[in-house]
């Protein structure tokens, strides 16, 4: 049986059809609601965007979210878990002064921010999952003692797992550094030859793993936890990872971790995708790139799979921008994901979830 993805575009030519009334009409159409029941702690579960990135959803289409938790009885409150990099996120305070200076403030959203793994990352929960890399898998602890989640999630490019979208924002959004560091476990390496010795990667390193010797960047990998800032930032693409054994494997352990981060919460979690300025990286990165492709719309479901199929079919419709970080497959159908980094393989996280019973891949997509 498909899984249902409701979908609507960013036409309006009426106040009906503004963007704040068709998040409240997706939430609705998908059946958002029966995932929240009244006195729930209902966490919306967002990225907050590293300061100096602009392309994370806007603060007043949460709060669309925020007034239907409230309007069935629940008790919303706005969440993200600390970075394993460091950046103005890696502690409760650094992260939610950011989440202000980005407007995720109770004037604004109408609910409190909680940062759910508390001041430095340990307030964590271990979840029994028994899958073929983890038997558990540490989760942030307020994410584990919410009753319900609503996951909100910036669809767009990622510099290993392909794309991000609801898993990433489960599998490593909902994860402590800790539990960031079980999934990264790949290590990178410094290619010298086409290393210029600009020393970016030995700023960003949060282990201080990475020095200059005679002017090359040389990575000490029993230091290194794999976050791979470094390759983020690095100018020349001198820093590299064994992409045919490691990838797969971080992928996979990505995706336990959103297993992890929904068990025992069946039926209670729902999914609102925005496919607006699809840009080439994460929100983690400070800097916010160019759209690969136009915007496209918005999708809601109660599976995460079905969401991300139809995100990633949705992108890959598209006729990709020349002028982009996109340097191939700019033709509508072409996989945009490969065009940026051939080397990546976002759907190997669909197929990983659908065989752990996560969701579907089939989907049908419904337009309000």
Same mark, same amino acid.
């Given at each position: 049986m498909k899984s249902k993805v409701w979908f609507a575009s960013l036409r309006a030519r009426s106040p009906e059809d503004s963007?704040?009334? =068709?998040?409240?009409?997706?939430?609705?159409?998908?059946?958002?609601?029966?995932c929240i029941h009244t006195q729930d702690r209902t966490a919306i579960k967002l990225h907050f965007g590293e300061k100096g990135n602009d392309s994370y959803i806007s603060p007043v289409f949460i709060r669309q979210v925020v007034e239907k938790a409230k309007a069935a009885g629940a008790l919303p409150f706005v969440t993200d878990t600390n970075t394993l990099y460091l950046g103005s996120r890696s502690n409760a305070v650094d992260h939610i002064t950011t989440a202000v200076l980005h407007g995720f403030d109770y004037a604004v959203v109408g609910a409190p921010v909680i940062i759910a793994d508390g001041l430095c990352g340990?307030?964590?929960? *271990?979840?029994?999952?028994?899958?073929?890399?983890?038997?558990?898998?540490?989760?942030?602890?307020?994410?584990?003692?919410?009753?319900?989640?609503?996951?909100?999630?910036?669809?767009k490019g990622h510099e290993v797992a392909g794309f991000g979208g609801a898993?990433?924002?489960?599998?490593? +959004?909902?994860?402590?550094?800790? +539990?960031?560091?079980?999934?990264? *476990?790949?290590?990178?390496?410094?290619?010298?030859?086409?290393?210029?010795?600009?020393?970016?990667?030995?700023?960003?390193?949060?282990?201080?793993?990475?020095?200059?010797?005679?002017?090359?960047?040389?990575?000490? =990998?029993n230091l290194c936890i794999g976050c791979f800032e470094c390759m983020t930032v690095c100018p020349s693409r001198a820093i590299d990872i064994d992409w045919e054994t490691e990838i797969p494997l971080f992928t996979e352990r990505m995706v336990e971790y959103a297993y992890g981060a929904v068990k025992g919460k069946e039926g209670r979690v729902g999914y609102i995708s925005f496919l607006t300025r699809i840009t080439p990286d994460c929100d983690c990165v400070p800097w916010s790139d160019a759209s690969i492709v136009p915007d496209i719309g918005i999708l809601a479901s109660t599976d995460p799979v079905a969401i991300d199929a139809a995100a990633c079919d949705l992108v890959n419709k598209q006729p990709g921008f020349k002028e982009s970080f996109l340097t191939h497959h700019h033709d509508p159908g072409d996989d =945009?994901?490969? +065009?940026?980094?051939?080397?990546?393989?976002?759907?190997? *996280?669909?197929?990983?979830?659908?065989?752990?019973?996560? +969701?579907?891949?089939?989907y049908e997509l419904i337009q309000i």
């Open positions: 963007t704040e009334a =068709k998040v409240r009409k997706l939430f609705d159409a998908a059946g958002l609601s029966s340990k307030n964590t929960a *271990q979840v029994e999952i028994e899958k073929k890399h983890f038997s558990t898998v540490t989760v942030a602890g307020d994410i584990v003692a919410a009753d319900s989640m609503i996951v909100m999630t910036h669809f898993i990433k924002n489960l599998g490593m +959004g909902c994860a402590p550094p800790a +539990g960031k560091r079980d999934q990264h *476990q790949a290590k990178p390496y410094s290619i010298r030859d086409l290393c210029i010795g600009c020393g970016k990667c030995t700023r960003v390193c949060p282990k201080s793993a990475i020095t200059l010797v005679d002017k090359k960047s040389v990575i000490d =990998k =945009k994901f490969a +065009g940026m980094r051939p080397n990546t393989d976002g759907p190997r *996280q669909l197929r990983y979830a659908e065989e752990l019973g996560m +969701g579907s891949r089939d």
